[in-house]
């Protein structure tokens, strides 16, 4: 290289480093200045005309902040960069913004305007700070500073989309609650949404992503009976009132799928489950024996749905719950933990302590009287207790005896019932696995 072509190069660097990297000025009719117009320019920046840098565009008339454009890639093209939306100020104060990479299906327009009332949302719509799934954002809207509605969409359905995303799910609030539509929680490969009608939660749906796989699992209360479904599998399930207790049937494309049920056997018999319950204010229980193994993997390979099988053959038979009644329960823990991450977000620490132990206190609470499953023994070949809770009644006591792998590790005695419905020996047998 040549003395004078360094001389050039050092000579455009100094120019660089002086006047800022990535920074080009432009008059009013979008032709390129330069600082040396001083007449364009004040302070570095210009009178009329615009400034980019990166990936925004700051427009000035009078000398004055008007607008800046945010654009999805850097660069001077317009059609290039992909305008994203764009700010207007009064006196450097934020006026309202402009979107352009979004439709609401209820309400078409070639752009969408919010306007803001000491730089608070205020009236119109704007981007929400929620997020559905990585970075795309919900959408609310604003009438004098209250929340009214929120948009969003099925994010399956659109996966492929490389135009405008639109939004045709519609949120309604009142007093800041919802009362119609869903509520969302997105994080770290979760997304959970709970439907609202009317101020009640009739649907819950969690959305898990992996590295190369996704699943998406339901549960709707809908015509007085409970569905849960797999997104990965054909089957699904009704639960559904029949005499006392709640009936559990599978499904699929093809209708109602007979499949072998656990059977009922005698107490102590080798190689069985029993399950302690509650009904009529008295502990009594149950036993069944498991399905094989190799049915079991069967069943599994053939649908392609371990989750749906596993709560199948789970469920609890003697539930006296009505279908709303369970399917309520279940939501409520799903609420609690929505409600919880929302206030931990803006707790300081001494108070986010204090509600961790108020979300455990509520996720552990259950209908005591009509679905709590108080405790599960398992036997082993020999008919003795191998693993789970022992319940002995003596007088107006219970006695608790704790089995790990064939082995007795601890007993508690509880003074009557009710004492007993308030510990819980579920969470105490997971809390001698967790020790």
Do not use: C, W
Not at 217 to 226: F, H, L, R
Not at 302 to 325: A, D, G, I, R, V
Request: glycine share 4%.
């Amino acid at each position: 290289m040549t003395i004078n072509k360094l001389l050039t190069l050092l000579t455009s660097l100094l120019s660089i480093l002086s006047f800022g990297q990535n920074k080009i000025y432009y008059d009013t009719q979008g032709k390129e200045t330069t600082k040396e117009k001083h007449d364009n320019n004040k302070n570095g920046l210009p009178v009329n005309g615009a400034s980019i840098e990166g990936k925004q565009q700051k427009n000035y008339k009078n000398g004055e902040l008007v607008s800046i454009d945010y654009y999805k890639d850097k660069g001077y093209d317009d059609e290039l960069r992909d305008l994203q939306y764009t700010e207007y100020y009064t006196k450097d104060q934020l006026i309202k913004v402009s979107y352009y990479t979004f439709k609401i299906i209820e309400d078409m327009q070639p752009s969408y305007t919010g306007f803001y009332n000491n730089e608070k949302p205020y009236n119109g719509y704007f981007i929400s700070p929620e997020t559905l799934i990585d970075n795309i954002h919900l959408v609310d809207y604003y009438e004098n500073g209250i929340r009214l509605y929120q948009y969003s969409f099925d994010f399956l359905e659109q996966l492929d989309s490389f135009t405008k995303l639109l939004y045709d799910q519609r949120t309604i609030f009142k007093d800041g609650k919802v009362t119609t539509g869903y509520r969302y929680l997105s994080d770290k490969g979760l997304l959970l949404k709970l439907r609202y009608l009317n101020g009640k939660i009739n649907l819950i749906e969690m959305n898990g992503f992996g590295m190369h796989a996704f699943n998406r699992n339901t549960i709707e209360y809908v015509n007085d009976e409970v569905i849960i479904k797999d997104f990965s599998s054909p089957l699904y399930l009704k639960i559904f009132k029949k005499s006392q207790y709640l009936e559990i049937e599978l499904y699929d494309q093809n209708g109602k799928v007979d499949i072998k049920k656990p059977k009922e056997v005698a107490d102590k018999t080798p190689n069985s489950n029993k399950i302690y319950y509650l009904e009529d204010n008295t502990i009594k229980s149950y036993n069944t024996i498991v399905l094989s193994e190799e049915y079991y993997n069967e069943l599994r390979d053939n649908y392609k749905s371990q989750e749906t099988l596993h709560t199948f053959y789970s469920f609890h038979p003697f539930n006296t719950q009505t279908p709303e009644e369970f399917f309520t329960e279940h939501a409520n823990q799903f609420e609690t933990v929505l409600n919880a991450t929302a206030a931990l977000k803006s707790a300081d620490k001494e108070s986010k302590e204090r509600l961790q132990i108020d979300i455990t206190e509520k996720l552990s609470t259950k209908n005591k009287d009509n679905n709590n499953q108080f405790g599960f023994l398992k036997y082993n070949d020999k008919g003795e207790p191998s693993e789970g809770t022992e319940i002995t009644k003596v007088g107006s006591t219970y006695k608790i005896d704790f089995y790990i792998n064939d082995r007795k590790v601890k007993t508690t005695t509880y003074k009557n019932l009710e004492e007993l419905k308030k510990k819980d020996p579920l969470t105490e047998l997971i809390n001698i696995y967790n020790n």
